[in-house]
């Protein structure tokens, strides 16, 4: 069984920096890819970054291409995603999620096995 928890939401002023941690229980963390996606009041939960088992290919939603950056340390069994210049439409629950086996990064849903509880990111304009 693996346990996500997010950490490091909070309310924040635009233009301002981020950093989010997921923390994961489990020995399967390593050899597993890793997403981040993000759920707004009333819009569907969508896609923001992705990473590799090995850690060496990463993909991001156009929409925070350039100001986020996805990275993972297997030693820690933690991911993270770094945010910079964030915006008001960066306002969102942000999670985070594992797809079991060594597989590259994905972008869909459905592709993930494990998710955590989520941590609410919210920026002031």
């Known amino acids: 069984q693996v346990q996500l928890v997010e950490s490091g939401g909070g309310l924040v002023q635009a233009g301002d920096s981020l950093r989010l941690s997921c923390a994961a229980s489990?020995?399967?963390?390593?050899?597993?890819?890793l997403g981040w996606f993000r759920q707004a009041p009333g819009k569907e939960r969508e896609f923001v970054a992705t990473?590799?088992?090995?850690?060496?290919?990463?993909d991001y939603a156009e929409s925070v291409k350039g100001r986020f950056t996805i990275s993972r340390d297997n030693a820690k069994h933690t991911m993270y995603l770094q945010m910079h210049s964030l915006k008001p439409e960066d306002t969102a629950v942000y999670y985070c999620?594992?797809?079991?086996?060594?597989?590259?990064?994905?972008?869909?849903?459905?592709?993930?096995?494990?998710w955590g509880q989520g941590t609410q990111v919210t920026v002031a304009s």
């Open positions: 990473i590799s088992w090995h850690g060496a290919s990463t």
């Open positions: 489990g020995s399967t963390f390593s050899t597993s890819a």
């Open positions: 999620a594992l797809r079991f086996g060594k597989w590259g990064g994905s972008s869909r849903l459905e592709d993930y096995n494990y």
